[in-house]
Every structure is written in structure tokens, then in C-alpha cells.
């Protein structure tokens, strides 16, 4: 599961608990951040999103064996 920027992240942290999903960062969806964020420009955007979903995928790898 992925929090996003611009959303209450209290649900998916309850889920996350209740069902012992992980999170595994947070997206950037329809709204940028600050210019010197990770997510300033809509490239960088992307590019984060990206490393945020490759980490997240290799964590589960890691646990999973």
C-alpha cells in the first residue's frame, strides 16, 4: 500500500495495522510538491514515484525469503 500526498493517511495507516500490509511510501499523484521536494517538477514527480515503488517492491522481496 502507498500513501498519498494529498490524502488523510489515517485510514490506510488503520488498515495497514489492522491487516499487517505494509506502507510503502508515499506517491505524488495530482499535486506537486514544494520545488525543492522530491516531487517539484513533473519529471521529478515520476521519478520518485518510481523509486518509492522499486524500494517498496524490494523490501517485500527481501522479507519474503
Do not use: C, H, W
Amino acid at each position: 500500500m502507498f500513501v498519498g500526498n494529498i490524502s488523510d493517511e489515517r485510514l490506510i495507516r488503520q488498515i495497514a495495522r489492522e491487516t499487517d500490509a505494509r506502507i510503502g511510501g508515499t506517491l505524488y499523484s495530482d499535486a506537486l510538491s514544494g520545488p525543492d521536494e522530491p516531487a517539484g517538477t513533473y519529471l521529478k514527480m515520476m521519478t520518485d514515484n518510481v523509486s518509492t515503488i522499486v524500494d517498496a517492491l524490494q523490501q517485500q522481496e527481501k522479507s519474503s525469503k
